[in-house]
């Protein structure tokens, strides 16, 4: 079985500091790992992903995220938060070695951006 | 380049009634996925489809839920006698079908409610 867990339902930042997203994982096999955010009313965007290769990926709108095997972890970051980055952020997984397509998702967390 | 669209957006229904939702994929894409997003929970994986074949309906419940994806024309998520726990945001994604590794890009949603 897989998982996901986003353990802080809110995150608090003002604008111009870093942010940060955190994400952790469970897969038997390979993870591949995705980051989305949903804008009220919205579908969800894809931002990034992490398949195999460098463990920093850089996404769209200045979004990163680096992925860490022995913490299981897929946290994303920004290094200058901007208001309108304000919106729910998901993270979501799949086992590479399965071959299912379906897509495992954290319960999202909330990111604010104060100006 | 027109992205995966969804119709309707909102959907009102009455218990017992049915309720169909559309969903075209991205142009050139050949698969597509329902998910399911309750409120203030990440999504939920119901069904994989590729054109006139279901591939995983593990996330279907097992009555009242059916889906379709045929040779021509949009994907079908159908929902026969719903009931108030249908009510629900119901995502499509597409992926072009091409590579194992592929993203899924989500529409906007069809926002049911049950009364």
């Known amino acids: 079985a897989q998982s996901v867990a986003q353990p802080e339902d809110q995150v608090n930042v003002a604008e111009g500091n870093p942010l940060t997203v955190k994400c952790t994982y469970s897969?038997?096999?390979?993870?591949?790992l995705f980051w989305y955010v949903q804008y009220p009313n919205r579908g969800l965007q894809f931002l990034l992903k992490?398949?195999?290769?460098?463990?920093l990926v850089k996404g769209s709108y200045g979004f990163e995220a680096e992925f860490n095997k022995s913490q299981t972890s897929f946290h994303l970051k920004k290094p200058s938060a901007l208001v309108s980055d304000s919106a729910l952020y998901f993270c979501?997984?799949?086992?590479?070695?399965?071959?299912?397509?379906?897509?495992?998702f954290g319960s999202g967390t909330r990111l604010q951006v104060q100006p | 380049n027109a992205g995966v669209m969804q119709n309707p957006r909102h959907l009102v229904r009455r218990r017992g009634q049915e309720a169909r939702l559309r969903c075209s994929p991205m142009?050139?894409?050949?698969?597509v996925y329902w998910y399911r997003q309750l409120p203030e929970e990440g999504l939920k994986f119901m069904v994989y489809?590729?054109?006139?074949?279901?591939?995983?309906e593990s996330g279907m419940p097992k009555e009242r839920f059916s889906a379709e994806f045929p040779k021509e024309g949009p994907s079908i998520l159908r929902i026969q006698q719903v009931v108030r726990g249908d009510s629900a945001a119901y995502f499509c994604?597409?992926?072009?079908?091409?590579?194992?590794?592929?993203?899924?890009?989500f529409g906007p949603g069809t926002r049911l409610l049950v009364l």
């Open positions: 489809l590729q054109k006139e074949n279901i591939i995983d």
């Open positions: 994604a597409s992926s072009p079908g091409t590579g194992e590794q592929e993203t899924q890009y």
């Open positions: 979501a997984v799949r086992d590479g070695n399965t071959g299912r397509r379906a897509l495992t």
């Open positions: 897969v038997s096999g390979n993870p591949y």
């Open positions: 992490y398949i195999t290769g460098d463990n």
């Open positions: 142009k050139g894409h050949s698969h």
